[in-house]
């Protein structure tokens, strides 16, 4: 059975940084994309960064030339290092794998920044 596993999460300062991991627990093949997305109480859940196949990335307006998707082919395991953190970036965190043929979720990491 397949799991995502994240980590990483957890209290900082405005200014600060924070590296989220999301690794596969079990093997998926054929994967199209990895992502990250946030949630805040009382709103939808927003993407926030995706690499693909390719290796082509995204980022969502809010986070671009702060945040940083990346991925470890070998390990199956994504990154999102998040720089200059603001207070607007507190969320829960989720991490997306997308194969041929499943869509897998992680159980979310929560994100707070402190101003």
């Known amino acids: 059975q397949v799991q995502l596993v994240e980590s990483g999460g957890g209290l900082v300062q405005v200014g600060g940084s924070l590296r989220l991991s999301c690794a596969v627990s079990g093997s998926i093949f054929n994967i199209n994309a990895m992502g990250w997305y946030r949630q805040t109480p009382g709103k939808q859940r927003e993407l926030v960064a995706t690499?693909?196949?390719?290796?082509?990335?995204n980022y969502a307006d809010s986070v671009k030339g702060r945040f940083t998707i990346s991925r470890d082919n070998a390990k199956n395991t994504v990154y999102l290092q998040m720089n200059s953190l603001k207070p607007e970036d507190t969320a829960v965190y989720y991490c997306r794998i997308i194969s041929f043929s499943d869509d897998y979720w992680g159980q979310g990491t929560q994100v707070t920044v402190s101003s």
């Open positions: 690499i693909i196949r390719g290796g082509t990335t």
